[in-house]
């Protein structure tokens, strides 16, 4: 686990409060390509995710450029390894987030569980708010065991 916080570190995953005003000024002036590298990109056999930039990036007409992207990169991983881990850094998302992008959350679900299945080893997931603790408490009695067993919210 250690390793993990390393990588993470490494490469700003966990943002503060300042990195706000860069993140939307990186997206008003920077390309799409630069916008969505720091979204989702990839260390190794796992794939990084970022909210704090899909938060300032999603429209409804983002959801499909961001969801080929994550795809993509899943897709590269899996030429070298026969398996990939997600870690998810959920810094600044909230219940109304979720709500907003409920479409994009259930497309990205059911491309995953379609396109990769028996093929996510781990998913980490960081800095999750308090509601979303106890949400997926709720909804993992619908998910099965074997699933269950590879997602874990990591406190840091």
Known sequence: MEELTDVFSANNIFLTNDSIEIIVDRIKKGNLNDILSKLCYVEKNAVIINYIYFKYLATETMYNYILMYITNNIDNILLKYSEFIVHVNMYKLSISDIDKHQTFINNLSLVLKEKYPNKLLKCY????????????NMISVFIDKETQEKIKLVKI
């Open 125 to 136: 997931i960081y800095k999750a708010p308090f509601m979303f603790k106890q949400i997926f």
